[in-house]
């Protein structure tokens, strides 16, 4: 492990922080998605997992406090380059134990491993051309509190496993590929959980599935692909269940539980892959969406937008990816939004205003002749090194672009945990997975229940 000083590092725009690197691991390709943060081992430290694509094809969990490596899995045949893209998920699956789930996107598989020690629990296949992009659902997915795993796939379904590994029911949602995080929650008050996800290269819409038949409840067409899934969030502050989302067509949506909308706005964006995250930025009792891409966007329950940030610097071409991360990283009692950039910069932002924080440039950490290009990593936020202080931890990469002679350069990759924060660390002062939480609630309060839908 490397230890690093202090390495292309700015604190700005009032804040106090001065990110430092505590540890940084390599890996031999990228990590796209994001990883998972949790006390893997039961020692009483964290640990932080995540997963690498083709190239690397590991998934590794690792030692918070110093980065080492607890353990890591690569497929039984060594000469198998398997591509995990999509985000981990760390979760009690009704044994009483943890344990990490992990899809295999080339592999048409859902792996879960005992979080101590690695040990496949189970693997299960899906299907040929059921590549898997989604960060997991986890939670209750019948009208009985079952316990499963939810993932989208490139077919258009939605798997429903249980938590010992067997497909419960397939759901056929649309044409197309289903990358977005699924959403699971009773929409429509008959006690059965239903289903959300989002289309790509289909029919551009997102989709609502009754648990209960299978059968559509209803959709929102948009003018393009939509990645990631929605967010909950209560826009009215009055607890009633809604849904925001953004699309490549430039446009951010949202809809209640009925799929009514609530308002469309176009913010300036080219598209938007990223998904939303959610807070409260005024303490009004009512929610706020961030949206990002080339800019970061505050918009409120009326489709206003508050304030932008521009994520280039000089005016320079860059974008987020997975969307924004929340937590109160400078201990001022405020909620910060942190994001990583494709080249390599993590940013914290204040989210009443937009002003930047610190800022800390990556690209100096993954050595001579590495240049950080396509990053898209979510940042992990939790106390990673024990001192009851946050810390953050996400993973650039670069390479693997076709050179003059026609071959490709070597991809790379580098894990990178940044200390020096001052916020304090607690189960509601973290952002310990990609969407928040194991239900992909992407709000800093959790999930909205679906007992206080709207009427």
Known sequence: MLILALLSVVAMGGGTDTPRVLWSAPTSSHSFGAGAIADADGDGNLDVAFASYFGDAKVRVLRGKDGSELWSYHDPDPKRDDCYDASLRFADL?????????????????????????????????????????PPFIGAVDGVGTIGVVVGTFKGKLHVLGSDGKILRSIKVAPGAVQSCPIVTDLDADGVPDFIAGNF???????????????????????????????????????????????????????????????????GERYFMSPTAILDIDGDGKDECIAACEKVSAINGEGKVLWQHTVGASGGWTSITRGVSIADLNADGAKDLAYLTGDGVFRVLNAKDGSVQCEFNAGGVCGEGHVVSDSSNCPLIGDLDGDGLLDVFFVVGGGGNK?????????????????????????????????????????????????????
């Not at 992990?102 to 690695?118: I, K």
Request: proline share 6%.
């Open 94 to 134: 009704g044994d009483g134990k943890l344990s990490l789930v992990a899809p295999c996107s080339s592999g048409c598989r859902v792996l879960a491993f005992d979080a101590a020690t690695g040990a496949v629990k189970w693997n299960t296949y899906l299907g040929d051309g059921e590549c898997i992009d989604t």
């Open 201 to 267: 290269k289909g029919d551009h819409a997102m989709h609502a599935v009754s648990g209960r038949d299978g059968n559509e409840l209803w959709k929102v067409a948009t003018g393009s692909h939509i990645y990631h899934g929605p967010s909950m969030w209560n826009p009215r502050g009055d607890g009633s269940m809604h849904f925001v989302f953004g699309s490549y067509d430039g446009k951010v949506y949202s809809v209640d539980a009925k799929g009514a909308p609530d308002f469309t706005i176009a913010p």
């Open 403 to 455: 050179k003059a002679d026609g071959t490709k350069e070597p991809r790379f990759g580098r894990a990178i945990c940044v200390t020096g924060f001052a916020g304090k660390a607690s189960p509601d002062n973290a952002w310990p997975m990609m969407r928040h939480d194991i239900r992909n609630s992407g709000n800093v309060r959790g999930p909205i229940e679906s007992a206080k839908q709207a009427k």
